[in-house]
């Protein structure tokens, strides 16, 4: 037992790591604790199984009289393509373990030392906040939060005529938003293509529909459609009184418009009628073109606290790496039906 986790556990007398915690008992304790994200639920152990076939392991401490004082959700990511991961948790911004700081260290350590057994090196423990683990955090993602007014009258006042005239742009095109879980077919058509003109392979639309079924409160879906053809959409998630904008996608073909300025803003005014108080960009890597968009918003940067114990990010496939570079060209050239049907088998085995 890693002296850490032997080190909490005698700190918090008859307390035990299990992995069995009934799942209303640990949402309860995710609901509850300060630096929780709607990414430490405990249904996304179904919604990983049921759409990409990983398993997640659910490690929760308990005290003596079997009361949760902390967790860690870790899913284990097994390619033949990229090998094999264990990370909190894939595919979104956050993760890690919540709970007192030597809780925090017991968990995290008591994760990296299971998937070692596992044969697993390579461990990714994603977070915004700082967390008390004994490895240094790696600073190389950011997002982009900034509050919200109580009307989106007072955020129009609070942009420069630039930023207003884009929005209204789609708007005075005849351009029209859309919210609500019956957008989801619109918002995969447009998310299919433009992972396609990226260059990177898509996830499986039943990824996206096993999220919605799971989390009916939390996943919000938007679009934008103009003449009845949807030409952007987004995916995210409520989470007390922040929502964070996880996947966003406009159609090439629709530029001129600005389809993605008015996503933006339908997002935002929907937020602010539900009484969201901050609005969280979702991560990008900084100075990109992706970071300079969400940052003409008003937002403040929040570097990304994500950890590397093992063999650290080297360990980790890297989009900037040669052979991902020549990928993406190749793959921008595939016919879109080819694109989407292989690209959900690739994408699974990324961390």
């Given at each position: 037992m890693p002296a850490a986790v032997s080190a909490a556990l005698?700190?918090?007398?008859?307390?035990?790591?299990?992995t069995d915690t009934d799942p209303s008992a640990w949402d309860a304790f995710v609901h509850a604790s300060p630096d929780s994200s709607y990414v430490h639920l405990s249904g996304w152990r179904d919604v990983m199984s049921r759409a990409m076939g990983h398993v997640t392991h659910r490690?929760?401490?308990v005290d003596a009289h079997g009361a949760?004082?902390?967790?860690?959700?870790?899913?284990?990511?097994?390619?033949?393509?990229?090998?094999?991961?264990?990370?909190?948790?894939p595919f979104l911004n956050y993760g890690g373990a919540l709970g007192a700081p030597a809780v925090q260290r017991a968990l995290a350590e008591h994760a990296v030392a299971e998937a070692q057994?596992?044969?697993?090196?390579?461990?990714?423990?994603?977070g915004r906040a700082p967390q008390a683990l004994p490895w240094d955090p790696t600073l190389l993602k950011l997002t982009v939060m900034?509050?919200?007014?109580?009307?989106?009258?007072?955020l129009l006042k609070e942009f420069d005529?630039?930023?207003?005239?884009?929005?209204?742009?789609?708007l005075k095109e005849g351009a029209t938003v859309h919210h609500g879980p019956d957008e989801l077919p619109a918002f995969y058509e447009v998310f299919r293509r433009h992972m396609r003109d990226l260059g990177t392979p898509v996830m499986p639309r039943r990824f996206f529909e096993e999220i919605v079924r799971t989390f009916p409160v939390e996943a919000r879906v938007t679009t934008v459609r103009h003449e009845g053809v949807p030409i952007a959409g987004g995916f995210g998630f409520r989470w007390h009184d922040e929502f964070e904008i996880t996947w966003a996608s406009s159609l090439i073909?629709?530029?001129?418009?600005?389809?993605?300025?008015?996503?933006?803003?339908?997002v935002m005014e929907q937020c602010m009628a539900e009484g969201v108080q901050r609005f969280d960009f979702g991560r990008s890597n900084p100075d990109s073109g992706t970071h300079k968009f969400k940052k003409q918003w008003g937002g403040d940067d929040?570097?990304?606290h994500w950890y590397y114990p093992g063999r650290g990010s080297a360990a980790l496939p890297q989009k900037e790496q040669g052979a991902f570079a020549l990928a993406t060209k190749l793959w921008k050239r595939l016919p879109l039906g080819v694109a989407s049907a292989l690209g959900p088998h690739i994408v699974r085995g990324v961390p």
């Open positions: 005698s700190a918090t007398p008859g307390a035990t790591i299990r490690y929760a401490m949760i004082v902390g967790v860690l959700p870790v899913t284990h990511v097994r390619s033949a393509l990229f090998g094999k991961h264990a990370v909190s948790m057994r596992a044969g697993i090196s390579s461990i990714l423990l994603r900034r509050p919200l007014p109580a009307t989106p009258e007072l005529a630039k930023l207003r005239s884009q929005v209204k742009r789609a073909a629709y530029k001129k418009m600005s389809p993605n300025m008015l996503l933006y803003w339908g929040v570097p990304l």
